[in-house]
């Protein structure tokens, strides 16, 4: 499963993440830490 840390959180996806699911979980952590 790989992990991938996004704005200092780390993700687990069930398969490596194309570069567009990576920038919306971004952009949700982003929300979300605010």
Do not use: A, I, S, W
Not at 10 to 24: A, I, N, S
């Amino acid at each position: 499963m790989p992990r991938v840390v996004l704005n200092g959180v780390t993700v687990d996806f069930p398969f490596q993440p194309y570069p567009c699911q990576q920038e919306y979980m971004t952009k949700v952590l982003e929300c979300l830490q605010k």
